[in-house]
């Protein structure tokens, strides 16, 4: 994509359904169904990560309950080179349809090999985490799924529970800002990215959705609900990142990262599986970013890659947000760029970030 056209110039309405209004990923939860099974999904004991194991941490498999009841799966890496001592500690999610064995597991292995004890974890009702129906999400549930891996975290012998921060990656960068809004037990956040799901979800790319398109999309959210409970089961969007030609570059890119070797988990929706039809529904009300300026006084930290289709997200909060904060741009990288490359990703600002706000 050329960097100085629009990032969504040519873009078809097909495409942006796919990730806004009735779209594949347009990430909400329309609950009409009760959580019959909040525990855990079975978890695998292998290593089944996209990314190589390291030798500087030790890691375990963890679950935890959130305040709803949900079980949570996560990974938590540990310094080797601990040696008893207490730790600063970082939550880490996303990206939005990923599981913790893709970008969230990278970003908390390296960062746990850079001297922190990290957490990586399945959002409710997705990966190995609890929940159904399969493949949901809400802002107010995901939101506190990042609180949740606060409260386990802070609660770790090898943790100082006064020095825990987070990063969202994707989708759950703008979950993670709502999150530390709220939560003023986390002393740091950064993003890396970023999406305002609310935001795209109500308002389309580049906020180009109009009034009488949200109320056609509203109006066959609704009716869907209807179906949903005269089958008993929710009805399932198309499998996603099926490429048919004419895509958008930035679908091109997801496709190369979710569906292939390069990225590719059985477990992840985005990895040829489906969110469910209303998943939107209540994302549409709810603009997760409204109180972004009551992170501060802790510090703000927003990563975008110059050529992401994403970018205005991060500029945009960036701008809502109160200091101290930074936004950071990668030179050349796109969106997907900083999920797994770590010669884009810019770890030793991470590090640097973290270990001064985060410290004793």
Known sequence: MNRT?????????????????????AFGAASIFTISNAKAQTMSNEWDKTFPRSGKVDHEKVTFTNRY???????????KDRAGSRLPAI????PFG?????SSGLYAQTMAERGFVTL?????????????PRNVASPDINTEDFMAAVDHIGLHASVDRERIGVIGICGWGGMALNAVAADK??????????????????RGYNDSVTPEQRAQTLEQLSRQRWEDLANGTPAYQPPYNELHGGEAQFLVDYHDYYMTPRG?????VNSGNAWTITTPLSFMNMPILTYIKEIAPRPVLLIHGENAHSRYFSETAYEAAAEPKELLIVPGANHVDLYDKAD?????????????????
């Open 69 to 79: 009841g949900i079980t949570l799966s996560g990974d938590l890496y540990l310094p």
């Open 344 to 360: 884009m990703i810019p770890f030793d600002r991470l590090q640097s970030f973290f270990a001064q706000h985060l410290s004793a």
């Open 5 to 25: 056209e629009s990032p969504h110039a040519g873009l078809a309405r097909r495409d942006l359904l796919k990730l806004t209004g009735t779209g594949i990923a």
């Open 120 to 132: 990586a974890f399945d959002p409710s009702y997705t990966g190995e985490s609890g929940g159904e």
């Open 185 to 202: 037990r986390v002393k740091a956040v950064a993003t890396s990215t970023m999406y305002d799901m609310t935001r795209v979800m109500s």
């Open 91 to 94: 939550a880490v999610g996303g």
């Open 98 to 102: 990923a599981v913790k064995e893709q």
């Open 264 to 268: 590719y988990h059985a477990r992840a």
